[in-house]
């Protein structure tokens, strides 16, 4: 096994400089000095480690750096540059973003060594010792594995990545670091590789750093993510920004005047600074309320680290910093966060206030000492630094690590719903609720009763009821509010119900239910068997093996067994046309029953249908909206239209299946299907495409009149619906629009936005 381990390694690395020849766009340098380039990185590398508080450990890492630099020989990246200067660069973003010590920059230094090259463990062990082999290990085995075709390789790589950080979190931390350095270095990439790990990024990479309070890394992530998956408005956000920076700047300084001045008086060591909303994040607010950039409140914020020497003082002085920006500023009531007292779940504390600024509008600020600035940075990686012993914000660490291990002790068969389950655990927001003897519990906002039960217990979970708020009894499905005092109802006779895991919203929760069900495995079976019987009698069908065997294939299940497991746990709700399409050997039931990504939509109805030539997915693949045949299959979920950022998807037929990038299922798509995926481009455009439109404001007499004339009249716009409603003074209206393109509808909300009365006009994704 080793002999064809050692064989498979060499072939990748052999495959992989040959990609990286045709893929070269470093300059052609001589060996000299390319060794020049890479001894320089090293040199600034290891001046970052000197910098820092770590013990001086530098023979280690030259030693680590030798043997990395020594197994990546003559190795390239896609780019074309030396492949060593990847695990440097990734070395130091450890050093000096996440401010780990020696064994991790050993550890980042070698982390491709196992995987990349024909060295082992043992060699890593031999060299380094057990810590540093574990690590490396540990990023290995992320990396690596042989998985079901079925099985989703990136989410099986993130349990690994789970399972790994679960004994020690350095592996999670060198793997952002990894991470990081792919998505600055990713313009070298093919376009449609550039979604997918995009794509990825934002669906798992983005989410996991910032529960590990990594805010500055799961900014950048998301800005880079963003930069390759909408490149236009991205570079449109950027210039606002830049271009506003004078203005905020002089707005700010006018802000902080007073403050500063009592500061100073009250002699605080301080630093304030305006920092600046990420440009994914005001694209996700423009977005999800529909205004432009002008009308962001939050686009900055103002923060103040102050240095403290006594740890007891840290609170106090937090709120007496508060003191001095409400005496001078109106504050506003609703948005005061005291994240001192309770931190959130990734250790992040801080205080929040708004603050009424020049020119009316409302300005976030944020206090911190430089000790809570260092862990919000950094995350749980700032602890190493802090750490004296057992604190509060190990407990917190250990929590979550125990939530992992729940999570991990029940796994899911299916990847894909693995990931999504884990998902519900890195939630952004926390709600804090208390039992009834004034015990805390944190839980992601959203959660219901029930899920509130099993965080306390599973058997409570298993047996709840109802619960009961302010004396009055709510369903196990209602969302709970933070602060609630929730006293729970359990009764010996309840059983849990599959219907339950519509009301979970957290990872533990459901599943506990899964496990549940999964031992009550023999009663589902029997439920469904006779459920399934029932209903081919009653439809007027006869149940065979030969017909049971056909809807297993066509689900896509292994045995009998699973099928009445799955009809008893009503997962699976057949029809009586569905049963007769099967008995008529017509369309399958996965396309009906269960969303199949890889299915065609089309049908040909022609006899003797053409070959279809293979879709080449190296290429942009340029999209023809031609009325009658289109070149594409367009999806209804988010149905983009010429000028939306799109990805195409080849299914099986070799049809191009198109979602706007920012789609729901175009997330899953990229992050888990990505050799399906290839880069498109819009060609010429006909006028054949519907867009919604959503307009508001204040109404009067003739208000639909002048709608409907400058679309028609003045717009030449084919106008194929049109809703409006009004109440007391204000109107809504609903436009349905043929056009050509995005610049159409931006055109058309423009004109729309002049008619006297109207507030608002933008398109309904």
């Avoid at 799109?646 to 979602?659: C, K, Q, S």
Wanted: proline share 4%; aromatic share 8%.
């Amino acid at each position: 096994m080793c002999i064809l381990a050692a064989k498979a390694r060499t072939a990748r690395v052999a495959s992989r400089r040959i990609e990286d020849h045709y893929m070269a766009e470093y300059p052609q340098l001589t060996p000299e000095e390319e060794d020049r380039i890479v001894e320089s990185a090293f040199q600034e590398l290891l001046q970052a480690y000197l910098n820092s508080n770590h013990r001086k450990k530098v023979e280690k890492i030259e030693r680590a750096y030798r043997f990395a630099k020594s197994a990546h020989k003559g190795v390239r990246r896609r780019s074309g540059e030396p492949y060593i200067l990847h695990p440097i660069a990734v070395a130091k973003i450890v050093i000096t973003e996440l401010g780990l010590g020696s064994t991790s920059i050993c550890a980042a230094l070698l982390h491709d060594v196992v995987e990349d090259t024909d060295y082992t463990r043992e060699d890593i062990e031999l060299n380094f010792g057990d810590k540093i082999a574990d690590i490396v290990e540990g990023l290995t085995k992320i990396s690596g594995g042989i998985f079901g075709a079925q099985a989703s390789l990136q989410a099986e790589n993130f349990r690994k990545l789970l399972l790994s950080m679960s004994s020690d979190i350095r592996v999670v931390l060198i793997k952002m670091a990894d991470r990081l350095h792919n998505m600055r270095t990713l313009a070298s990439m093919r376009p449609e590789k550039q979604l997918k790990i995009a794509g990825e990024t934002l669906y798992v990479y983005a989410p996991l750093a910032h529960r590990l309070g990594l805010y500055k890394i799961k900014n950048e992530l998301e800005d880079l993510a963003f930069k390759y998956e909408h490149p236009q408005k991205y570079a449109e956000i950027i210039s606002l920004i830049n271009s506003s920076e004078e203005h905020r700047r002089k707005v700010v300084d006018e802000f902080v005047a007073p403050v500063r001045r009592k500061l100073d008086e009250a002699g605080f060591k301080y630093e304030i600074k305006a920092r600046v909303k990420s440009a994914y994040s005001i694209y996700c607010k423009m977005e999800a309320k529909k205004i432009p950039f002008e009308e962001i409140y939050d686009i900055y914020a103002v923060r103040v680290i102050f240095e403290n020497d006594d740890d007891s003082k840290e609170r106090v002085r937090c709120w007496e910093i508060y003191t001095f920006f409400s005496d001078g500023h109106k504050v506003h009531p609703d948005r005061l966060r005291d994240w001192t007292s309770v931190p959130k779940a990734n250790g992040y504390r801080a205080l929040h206030l708004t603050a009424m600024g020049p020119e009316g509008k409302w300005i976030e600020v944020q206090i911190r000492s430089r000790k809570m600035d260092e862990i919000a940075e950094l995350g749980y990686a700032a602890h190493w630094k802090y750490k004296t012993g057992v604190s509060d914000d190990d407990t917190e660490l250990d929590k979550w690590m125990n939530t992992i291990k729940d999570i991990l002790a029940n796994p899911e068969p299916n990847a894909i719903d693995f990931l999504d389950t884990i998902k519900l655990n890195l939630f952004a927001r926390e709600i804090f609720v208390f039992t009834p003897k004034g015990d805390l519990i944190t839980l992601p906002a959203k959660s219901t009763v029930l899920d509130m039960a099993f965080a306390i217990h599973t058997e409570l979970g298993l047996h709840c009821i109802a619960g009961k708020i302010s004396h009055k009894l709510v369903p196990l499905s209602h969302i709970l509010d933070s602060g609630d005092q929730v006293e729970l109802i359990t009764s010996e006779n309840q059983q849990p119900e599959m219907r339950w895991i519509e009301y979970c919203h957290t990872a533990k929760a459901q599943n506990a239910l899964r496990a549940f069900m999964r031992k009550n495995r023999p009663a589902m079976v029997s439920r469904g068997r006779d459920v399934l019987a029932r209903f081919a009698e009653g439809e007027g069908f006869e149940l065979n093996d030969n017909i049971v065997s056909k809807l297993c294939k066509s689900l896509g299940l292994n045995s009998p067994e699973d099928l009445y497991e799955r009809v008893g746990k009503d997962e699976i709700d057949l029809t009586a046309d569905q049963l007769k399409n099967l008995y008529k050997k017509r369309a399958s039931l996965l396309s009906k029953l269960l969303w199949n990504p890889f299915a065609s939509k089309k049908k040909n109805n022609s006899s003797s249908p053409a070959p279809r030539t293979p879709i080449n997915r190296k290429e942009v693949y340029e999209l023809h909206p031609d009325i009658d045949h289109p070149n594409y299959v367009m999806e209804p979920c988010c149905a983009p239209i010429p000028g939306d950022d799109v990805l195409g998807f080849v299914n099986d037929d070799e049809e191009v299946v198109l979602h706007k990038v920012s789609c729901p299922v175009a997330m899953r798509l990229k992050t888990n299907y990505g050799p399906r995926l290839v880069a498109t481009r819009w060609g010429s455009c006909a006028e054949c495409f519907i867009a919604k439109i959503a307009v508001e404001g204040i109404d009067r007499m003739g208000m639909l009149q002048d709608i409907s004339s400058t679309l028609t009249g003045k717009l030449g716009i084919n106008l194929r619906g049109l809703n409006i409603n009004a109440t007391q003074e204000v109107f809504q209206c609903r436009l349905t629009v043929q056009i050509d393109n995005l610049t159409t509808v931006e055109n058309i909300c423009s004109a729309l936005r002049e008619i006297k009365g109207v507030q608002k006009a933008t398109r309904i994704s």
